[in-house]
């Protein structure tokens, strides 16, 4: 017997087109705020965007049935996805405007087993480095009684906005 | 103006249960085959298990809107998501009936951008080493074009199914 | 025209039968003060074991032109050994007496480049966090004005010495 | 009782002068045919170049009492260095002359225990991936009889070389 989600999701061209126009810090709480809207991934994946400061950003999800693998627990690439968005957001916070940033990779850590009754869960990012090419963060991914639950580490390539967006 | 999707997805104890009691690699079959419902995170991203054999498994997924991030392209995240799938899935198809598997890390590199212009995706995941206690994979994400989009590698811990599952 | 170093060591053999039958945080306080003699690949790169507490262990070096690889700079692997060095003994100073562990991984980012002007360096390993069966250990290399030079993170297998040890 | 070994290397400033003057791989071929002197490290840790071609390069190790750790085995960190070197080399083996690399990062997974009794090791670069600003590569740790010993991935960064080396 099957369940049944629906959710809505607004046009990601329109947040594309503003992180070309505004510092990352602006951006990212315009998204906090909901002054504009929450990138597609959040809906699908139920996440939010709750916290914004210069080099810390904090994402968080409640575990849902709808988050897990085969073998009855959440999909590790559900907290991959939480903790690469804290992590990048945590460099793009930091970042003035005219620059961008893309992952270079992602190396997440599975400490423990997640599940419906984990509770919600929250990714703080945070910059452990900024260089003139390339920034580092690592996000933690934490329980309600501040329990590690996976540890990543992220590399980001920043880079001038294209010419076009300006 | 929202955009909207509803999915359905099945209790995902049902797969968790006959996970204990099945080779992988036959567990797989059957997901595959849909003897077995799918996994209720393949639902939430809309991806699939394409083929199964011992050591090597394939997952794709059609890159969609619904899986953007707020800088105008697929989440990492998602991606992570079917490579961790396709690492993990790689090591469980080379456990005997009694043996489970749990990952503990992923590893990936995100070589190119991917929108909803890049087509559908695959990922490969093949096992690179197998010990008596953990077992290492990688999985790579092309396109239709064999082009490598992205790279993982997953190390995974092998453990005897717990015995009230056996 | 070639440059010659000469150094020594002592039979590591002394070493792993003292690290079998000691607490982790003792057996690394006699390597620190001298009690035991240092490692061999601690000679053969020329760092030190400057601090030991559980939980958090440092180790130093000084580069020099011996550590260059072709490119004018120190060899990453060099630094990599010294943060292997300190995250492996950052778990290893929290295991009790009939614990042991082995690395499972190690993933470095390289900051910066480090040359003979550099000055002297350090690892400093902590314990992220501690399981039943692994740990994760991180390490920052800093110069004398700390600032961060690279970093890394390693997991730990942990399991009981074998018996004969015991 | 203390063991002893002497070593010698040459300029190493030689060889940083030759890198910029040179594509990659003519400048390997020198390195490994001897026309150029080895670098330190390679004398330091007592390894060797032994295959170079576009996009794939060998480096071996004798395992010796000198890389012993601890814990009575090899040093990860002196099998890091060799696949550094392999995955590094790997890279630079397809730039053209006016290019330069250097490495973002390693990681490293330890698959089995090395000791003096393991024998003769070699770490097999390959180029996994080739952007324009970026390139990723992998390396492999063989034994004698082609067993996996360990597995590195490393991305590095490509820029022009510097004018003033042109």
């Not at 951006?27 to 916290?51: C, K, S, W, Y």
């Amino acid at each position: 017997m099957g369940r049944t989600r629906t959710y809505q999701w607004d046009d990601p061209a329109i947040l594309a087109e503003a992180a070309g126009r505004m510092a990352g810090v602006d951006f990212l709480r315009a998204l906090q705020t909901g002054q504009l809207p929450g990138p597609p991934v959040n809906h699908t994946l139920d996440f939010t965007l709750d916290e914004v400061r210069p080099g810390r950003v904090v994402f968080s999800l409640i575990p849902g049935e709808e988050h897990y693998n085969p073998i009855g627990s959440v999909h590790g690439g559900i907290f991959a996805t939480l903790l690469d968005s804290a992590a990048g957001a945590a460099v793009h916070s930091t970042l003035p405007l005219g620059m961008a940033y893309t992952s270079l990779d992602l190396t997440v850590k599975f400490l423990r087993r997640i599940t419906v009754d984990t509770g919600p869960v929250r990714a703080i990012g945070t910059v452990v480095n900024s260089g003139r090419q390339t920034a580092l963060a690592q996000a933690q991914l934490l329980d309600a009684t501040d329990r590690l639950l996976a540890h990543a580490t992220s590399s980001c390539m920043l880079f001038p906005v294209p010419a076009a967006q300006g």
